[in-house]
């Protein structure tokens, strides 16, 4: 199992990350993020705080997406994607604190565009 998958697998779904190459992997953690922020935006429009949500969808940027990041082969690929990455860890932790669904928003924005890219990229192959 790749690097990625052994990541994502840590209490996860375990078979659908062990049919997924690397490229499907990527997607499904993005949808899995989405998940997480469209369930977080929500409760905090209805006056509620999503920590479980907020910390799980961190979790997956961090241990899905930005620890699988390869410096050496994606080189300055790889050092924007982790500037992105680490932009909306900082904007969940501030969304969280200020109970701003709008910053929700600007991550699920900001990352929707990676995850239509990885989608098209998965389908050529």
Not at 28 to 35: M, Q, S, V
Not at 64 to 75: A, N, Q
Request: proline share 2%; net charge negative.
């Amino acid at each position: 199992m790749n690097r990625a998958a052994l990541k994502y697998a840590d209490g996860n779904n375990l078979t659908s990350v062990m049919a997924a190459d690397a490229r499907e992997l990527i997607v499904l953690i993005h949808e899995r993020i989405f998940d997480h922020l469209t369930t977080a935006k929500k409760a905090l429009e209805n006056d509620q705080m999503p920590a479980d949500s907020f910390n799980k969808a961190s979790d997956l940027i961090i241990k899905g997406l930005l620890g699988c990041l390869d410096y050496k082969k994606g080189k300055e690929i790889a050092e924007n994607l982790s500037v992105i990455y680490l932009w909306s860890i900082q904007e969940l932790l501030s969304a969280r604190a200020e109970r701003s669904a709008d910053k929700v928003q600007d991550v699920i924005n900001t990352l929707t565009p990676l995850y239509e890219a990885w989608v098209e990229i998965s389908d050529r192959v």
